[in-house]
């Protein structure tokens, strides 16, 4: 789990979750957000589809379209898979043809072909961001 390692780096930011309000959602500085939860508060910690759908109400949803839509996110402990609830987002975007920042993903892979195919599988979705938005 990287909670222990982000928030020793960066000590002087308070995490951010789905379940706090809208005015916290919306601070305009840099932000961790912990879209999953926190390991050290075991009760935040989405752990099947009921708690996504829980977490993921219609604010949280509007605030991640807008935080994809204006800001470079930058994923830490992520799967990148495509069932990930925040690609929803994205795709809604992407789809719109809304001109989207750059976002980056750290992720744990678990061989090189693994690596190739998760490569792979983003470069497509990119690519076929870029020619939609062409």
Same mark, same amino acid.
């Given at each position: 789990?990287?909670?222990?390692?982000?928030?020793?780096?960066?000590?002087?930011?308070?995490?951010?979750?789905?379940?706090?309000?809208?005015?916290?959602?919306?601070?305009?500085?840099?932000?961790?957000?912990?879209?999953?939860?926190?390991?050290?508060?075991?009760?935040?910690? %989405?752990? *099947? !589809?009921?708690?996504?759908? &829980?977490?993921?109400?219609?604010? +949280? #949803?509007?605030?991640?379209?807008?935080?994809?839509?204006?800001?470079?996110?930058?994923?830490?402990?992520?799967?990148?898979?495509?069932?990930?609830?925040?690609?929803?987002?994205?795709?809604?975007?992407?789809?719109?043809?809304?001109?989207?920042?750059?976002?980056?993903?750290?992720?744990? %892979?678990? *061989? !090189?072909?693994?690596?190739? &195919?998760?490569?792979?599988?983003? +470069? #497509?979705?990119?690519?076929?961001?870029?020619?939609?938005?062409?």
């Amino acid at each position: 789990n990287y909670d222990p390692v982000i928030e020793s780096l960066m000590p002087w930011y308070k995490p951010i979750m789905p379940s706090d309000s809208l005015d916290t959602l919306f601070r305009r500085d840099f932000s961790l957000i912990k879209l999953h939860g926190c390991a050290r508060q075991p009760e935040t910690c %989405i752990l *099947s !589809s009921t708690g996504y759908q &829980k977490a993921y109400n219609r604010e +949280f #949803e509007w605030y991640l379209i807008n935080l994809f839509s204006v800001n470079t996110v930058i994923f830490i402990g992520a799967s990148m898979d495509k069932n990930e609830p925040f690609f929803k987002y994205l795709s809604l975007l992407k789809k719109n043809r809304i001109d989207l920042p750059s976002h980056y993903a750290l992720v744990a %892979i678990q *061989s !090189s072909s693994h690596g190739s &195919k998760l490569g792979k599988w983003l +470069f #497509e979705c990119k690519r076929q961001s870029n020619h939609a938005l062409a």
